[in-house]
């Protein structure tokens, strides 16, 4: 059996966009930024979904909130775990 192409946790796009909105994407490099992402997810409980819509009709506003937070936490978090790491790999 294979799961629907269209099924994806819908946190790998709310971390996309807050990395966006944090200018990182143009700041570091595409390793780094693929690093982040997989730190953050481990960091937020699974939300998967097959349609972005649903999430946009069907999801509370306190919810959508939470689960902002949530990506905000993951993403301060691994950020200083990842700049710690690389500031011991090059010696600061």
Same mark, same amino acid.
């Given at each position: 059996?294979?799961? !629907?192409?269209?099924? !994806?946790?819908?946190?790998? !796009?709310?971390?996309?966009?807050? +990395? ?71 010696? +600061?």
């Amino acid at each position: 059996m294979k799961l !629907h192409s269209d099924i !994806h946790n819908y946190y790998e !796009h709310l971390i996309v966009e807050r +990395i966006s909105a944090l200018g990182l994407d143009k700041t570091k490099s595409t390793d780094y930024l693929a690093d982040l992402c997989c730190l953050a997810l481990n960091e937020v409980p699974p939300r998967y979904i097959r349609f972005e819509v649903d999430m946009a009709f069907y999801l509370p506003q306190s919810e959508r909130q939470q689960m902002e937070m949530n990506v905000d936490y993951a993403l301060k978090k691994s950020r200083e775990f990842l700049d710690k790491e690389n500031s011991r790999e090059v010696g +600061i």
